[in-house]
């Protein structure tokens, strides 16, 4: 149990992740009338969650909210038992202790039986030789990988510098520090998502923290609290970018991997512009307040 806990685990942080944006049954396919609010929204809380998740072996925890095709392909990708066991996730690989670091390499990783291919590479460097994350250690993680999928359609994930739709470069991963005993601090230095079909690009997301993120309790989502910090996600193709800001600690749960309580504000400028309050109210479906006027938003993936 504990071995397919850990291969589900591996596949959802490495190709769910990936799905910014692109809300299709297949990679390559963009659904029209895609909410941009939503896809941004779900990047920034997405990045945190897998930045925690990862560090601490969370196994993946698909919403009962998310729409019928992300159902499917969990179902027909994930729980694969002919997945190839080389596609096994960073944190459960050997330490290096000459570099401390963890890298999973995937040069062969044929995801399901519907046509994904995972190349490129996930590394996780930590302070300590030891890998070990205790308090006044931390962990870097980095990567760059892309998933191919079907009818010309390809997502890459990358670490690397690269710049936004403002000229503004940015890469590195992301940090995660160990402060004391029951606190830590994230930093997102930089992180992007873009997808391809055919060469024509479908999405382009970066995102970062325009100031650190204050977890509390636990890194597990059982007891996991976000009390403080800001996230920015620029949204290159629609060209805005949305800050969110925690306002009221956010609170997860050991059974969704999304905030189930909590608000942040979220500030507006590009081709979106104002200002709104994102409330979390369940596991989901958070709600924006903007203009005057209150939606529902939907973020189903996890990382």
């Given at each position: 149990?504990?071995?397919?806990?850990?291969?589900?685990?591996?596949l959802?942080?490495?190709?769910?992740?990936?799905?910014?944006?692109?809300?299709?049954?297949?990679?390559?396919?963009?659904?029209?009338?895609?909410?941009q609010?939503?896809d941004?929204?779900?990047?920034?809380?997405?990045?945190?969650?897998?930045?925690?998740?990862?560090?601490?072996?969370?196994?993946?925890?698909?919403?009962?909210?998310?729409?019928?095709?992300?159902?499917?392909l969990?179902?027909?990708?994930?729980?694969?038992?002919?997945?190839?066991?080389?596609?096994g996730?960073?944190?459960?690989?050997?330490?290096?202790?000459a570099?401390?670091?963890?890298?999973?390499?995937?040069?062969?990783?044929?995801?399901g039986?519907?046509?994904?291919?995972?190349?490129?590479?996930?590394?996780?460097?930590?302070?300590?030789?030891?890998?070990?994350?205790?308090?006044?250690?931390?962990?870097?993680?980095?990567?760059?990988?892309?998933?191919?999928?079907?009818?010309?359609?390809?997502?890459?994930?990358?670490?690397?510098?690269?710049?936004?739709?403002r000229?503004?470069?940015?890469?590195?991963?992301?940090?995660?520090?160990?402060?004391?005993?029951?606190?830590?601090?994230?930093?997102?230095?930089?992180?992007?998502?873009?997808?391809?079909?055919?060469?024509?690009?479908?999405?382009?997301?970066?995102?970062?923290?325009?100031?650190?993120?204050?977890?509390?309790?636990?890194l597990?989502?059982?007891?996991?609290?976000?009390?403080?910090?800001?996230?920015e996600?620029s949204?290159?193709?629609?060209?805005?970018?949305?800050?969110?800001?925690?306002?009221?600690?956010?609170?997860?749960?050991?059974?969704?991997?999304?905030?189930?309580?909590?608000?942040?504000?979220?500030?507006?400028?590009?081709?979106?512009?104002?200002?709104?309050?994102?409330?979390?109210?369940?596991?989901?479906?958070?709600?924006?307040?903007?203009?005057?006027?209150?939606?529902?938003?939907?973020?189903?993936?996890?990382?």
């Amino acid at each position: 149990m504990k071995n397919s806990t850990l291969f589900i685990t591996s596949l959802s942080f490495l190709l769910v992740a990936n799905l910014v944006g692109c809300r299709a049954e297949e990679l390559g396919e963009v659904e029209a009338g895609s909410d941009q609010q939503s896809d941004a929204l779900e990047s920034a809380i997405t990045v945190i969650s897998g930045q925690a998740d990862d560090a601490t072996g969370e196994s993946f925890a698909l919403q009962k909210s998310a729409t019928d095709w992300k159902v499917a392909l969990v179902e027909s990708v994930f729980l694969s038992s002919a997945t190839a066991s080389n596609c096994g996730r960073a944190f459960n690989q050997a330490c290096d202790n000459a570099t401390g670091t963890r890298t999973a390499t995937y040069s062969s990783c044929n995801i399901g039986s519907r046509g994904f291919l995972l190349t490129g590479s996930v590394t996780l460097t930590y302070s300590n030789n030891s890998c070990s994350l205790g308090v006044g250690e931390n962990v870097v993680r980095t990567f760059d990988h892309t998933v191919n999928g079907p009818r010309g359609g390809a997502i890459q994930t990358t670490s690397a510098l690269r710049t936004n739709y403002r000229g503004t470069q940015l890469g590195g991963g992301g940090r995660l520090s160990h402060t004391s005993s029951t606190t830590w601090q994230m930093e997102l230095l930089g992180k992007h998502k873009i997808g391809t079909r055919n060469g024509q690009t479908l999405f382009d997301v970066s995102v970062q923290t325009t100031s650190p993120l204050v977890i509390d309790g636990t890194l597990g989502r059982a007891g996991r609290t976000l009390s403080a910090g800001a996230v920015e996600v620029s949204h290159n193709l629609a060209q805005f970018s949305a800050v969110y800001t925690v306002t009221q600690p956010l609170v997860w749960n050991s059974t969704c991997c999304h905030p189930i309580s909590g608000a942040m504000s979220a500030n507006y400028s590009g081709s979106i512009a104002g200002q709104g309050t994102i409330t979390f109210n369940g596991c989901g479906s958070p709600q924006l307040s903007k203009d005057g006027i209150t939606r529902t938003l939907s973020i189903g993936y996890c990382e």
